[in-house]
């Protein structure tokens, strides 16, 4: 997907949010699988409106802590199989979630973007990211890296940006 597009997505998919989550999913021991639990720990936002969580391989288990917060945007970030070159990044609804796969969750993903709308009456989407290799071992591969790195970017430089009104 492009910058200027993936941008625009995002920002259209925060506009009126009043409270945002941003959750890790992943498994840190399958090397790309971690590359929503590495993004978490490098995404730096300070402000009581935005909740940033790692919740590796078992999302719906933090279904409780997301609805008291009264997350009205849910964003995911997870290694996805979209069968693209690796780093390929989109933004990806539940509604286009379908051919998607990510082996290391418990539920399909399409199935916990409903049921944490159905919790939380909030709004959900996953930036998803073509992994290069989820086979066993610790560490992204380096070009997996340098794309969630600059994700990082864009999204803390627009949430920033939404958050200053």
């Given amino acids: 997907m492009s910058t200027s597009r993936f941008d625009e997505e995002l920002r259209n998919f925060i506009l009126g949010a009043k409270k945002i989550a941003i959750l890790g999913l992943g498994n840190d021991l399958r090397s790309d699988d971690g590359l929503g639990l590495y993004f978490i720990e490098k995404l730096s936002i300070d402000d009581p409106r935005v909740m940033i969580e790692n919740v590796g391989s078992v999302p719906e288990g933090f279904t409780q802590p997301l609805a008291e917060f009264g997350a009205d945007r849910i964003i995911m970030i997870d290694a996805a ?4 070159s690796p780093g390929h990044t989109e933004l990806i609804t539940k509604d286009r979630i379908g051919g998607i796969s990510i082996s290391t969750h418990s539920m399909p993903l399409s199935f916990l973007m409903m049921y944490l709308e159905q919790a939380t009456g909030g709004k959900t989407v996953l930036i998803g990211i073509q992994p290069k290799n989820i086979q066993f071992g610790e560490g992204l591969t380096p070009e997996i ?5 600059r994700v990082v970017n864009t999204l803390e430089r627009i949430l920033i940006e939404y ?3």
């Fill in 81 to 84: 199989d979209m069968r693209k």
């Fill in 145 to 149: 890296q340098e794309v969630v790195d």
């Fill in 163 to 165: 958050l200053r009104g």
